[in-house]
């Protein structure tokens, strides 16, 4: 799949830009705060209809504006060219279309146009928190499956119910019940597809991970969830009274986790920071091998500020695995160091470009 063109108004920083995009490797020059990544955002916010980061939809907004606008023109594999228009207006929430059309609902957007991308916060991904793993593996299956992500709202709703009954200390079982009903046939289907995508996904991270650091690391990855070996049901049962003095539901599919070892030890105790960044490029690139045999699509990759804390050799080894592999389609990445882009660009055969990149306003470089 291709990104041919982008149209955005009041995007962050950005405040007015209409770019054309190589087929193959588009690299974007400029200083931190110029707005290299708001452009890369703006691409993920167009492809998922939601940001990278976690931040709510009116920040987006260009300061001093009510209202933006991301309109781009995709060309999928089998030739077919789509128009979609993302905006957000103050007051209004946000509008998605398709061809001129509205969708129904959002969630028919997911997985039409996937995306991968590398960020620097990806290290969260080792360091964080349980929950951004699981939004990864949510945001990842749900491209590729559908149903699955309409298990997934419908698990969090009752979940949300759910804890709303806590707090206010109902204690009619009948009621409890009823919601718990949802979640129950929902975190089944849920446990059982994050599962199969960790096992599926497992040795592509090991095999890639070894690529880029050299055979002398290894790593492997897990699925950790509460309902290994036991019911959703039996978990709320089991915890029905804790919960009540709690006020939140402490057992489920929400409590679900990935562990990652290099080497068999803690990769989040002991790893350092540049082998956790070849582990989080690693899981992206399997990611992205993932969806692209799944959908039979071509994911987009984007690669943002790629070389840092990463040794000499491992940069080199991450751009001949992206720029030297056939698997990978169009790529766009960023950087402060042009000698790195150009070191890049020089050793590409196919279409290629540079944009620089300076208070939001994006101008061509001479490769």
């Known amino acids: 799949?291709?990104?041919?063109?982008?149209?955005?108004?009041?995007?962050?920083?950005?405040a007015a830009t209409t770019l054309e995009f190589s087929n193959g490797v588009n690299c974007l020059l400029g200083m931190n705060g110029m707005g290299k990544s708001n452009l890369l955002e703006a691409i993920h916010f167009l492809s998922m209809a939601r940001p990278m980061t976690s931040l709510p939809d009116n920040a987006l907004i260009r300061h001093g504006e009510e209202m933006l606008?991301?309109?781009?023109?995709?060309?999928?594999?089998?030739?077919?060219?789509?128009?979609?228009?993302?905006?957000?207006?103050?007051?209004?929430?946000?509008?998605?279309?398709?061809?001129?059309?509205?969708?129904?609902?959002?969630?028919?957007?997911?997985?039409?146009?996937?995306?991968?991308t590398v960020t620097p916060?990806?290290?969260?991904?080792?360091?964080?928190?349980?929950?951004?793993?699981?939004?990864?593996?949510?945001?990842?299956?749900?491209?590729?499956?559908?149903?699955?992500?309409a298990r997934l709202i419908r698990y969090n709703r009752s979940l949300e119910s759910r804890?709303?009954?806590?707090?206010?200390?109902?204690?009619?079982?009948?009621?409890?019940?009823s919601v718990e009903a949802g979640m129950e046939e929902a975190a089944e289907v849920i446990h059982a597809t994050r599962a199969s995508w960790v096992t599926t996904i497992a040795p592509k991270v090991e095999k890639c991970y070894s690529r880029l650091a050299g055979e002398k690391e290894s790593v492997e990855i897990?699925?950790?969830?509460?309902?290994?070996?036991?019911?959703?049901?039996?978990?709320?049962d089991e915890r029905r009274q804790k919960d009540s003095i709690l006020g939140y539901t402490s057992a489920g599919t929400h409590r679900d986790d990935i562990e990652a070892k290099l080497d068999g030890y803690s990769l989040k105790r002991l790893g350092s920071?540049?082998?956790?960044?070849?582990?989080?490029?690693?899981?992206?690139?399997?990611i992205?091998?993932?969806?692209?045999?799944?959908?039979?699509?071509?994911?987009?990759?984007?690669?943002?500020?790629?070389f840092d804390k990463l040794d000499a050799s491992r940069v080199?080894?991450?751009?001949?695995?992206?720029?030297?592999?056939?698997?990978?389609?169009?790529?766009?990445?960023?950087?402060?160091?042009?000698?790195?882009?150009?070191?890049?660009?020089?050793?590409?055969?196919?279409?290629?470009?540079?944009?620089n990149v300076a208070d939001g306003v994006f101008s061509p470089l001479t490769n």
């Open 1 to 14: 799949m291709i990104l041919k063109s982008i149209d955005i108004l009041n995007f962050k920083n950005i």
């Open 69 to 116: 606008i991301v309109k781009g023109e995709y060309l999928s594999d089998s030739g077919t060219t789509d128009t979609i228009a993302c905006g957000i207006t103050k007051g209004k929430g946000k509008s998605l279309k398709r061809n001129g059309k509205e969708y129904r609902r959002f969630s028919e957007h997911i997985g039409r146009y996937p995306i991968v």
């Open 121 to 149: 916060g990806d290290s969260q991904l080792v360091n964080g928190p349980g929950e951004d793993r699981r939004k990864l593996m949510d945001m990842v299956i749900s491209q590729a499956n559908p149903d699955y992500l």
């Open 163 to 177: 804890n709303r009954m806590l707090r206010a200390g109902v204690r009619d079982a009948l009621l409890f019940e």
């Open 222 to 236: 897990s699925y950790s969830s509460q309902l290994s070996g036991k019911s959703m049901k039996d978990l709320l």
């Open 273 to 286: 920071q540049g082998q956790v960044k070849t582990f989080t490029v690693a899981l992206r690139l399997a």
């Open 288 to 306: 992205f091998d993932y969806l692209k045999e799944t959908n039979g699509t071509t994911p987009l990759l984007l690669l943002d500020d790629i």
């Open 316 to 355: 080199e080894s991450i751009m001949q695995e992206v720029t030297g592999n056939q698997t990978f389609g169009q790529i766009f990445i960023t950087d402060t160091n042009r000698k790195h882009l150009d070191d890049i660009l020089s050793g590409m055969q196919g279409p290629c470009s540079m944009l």
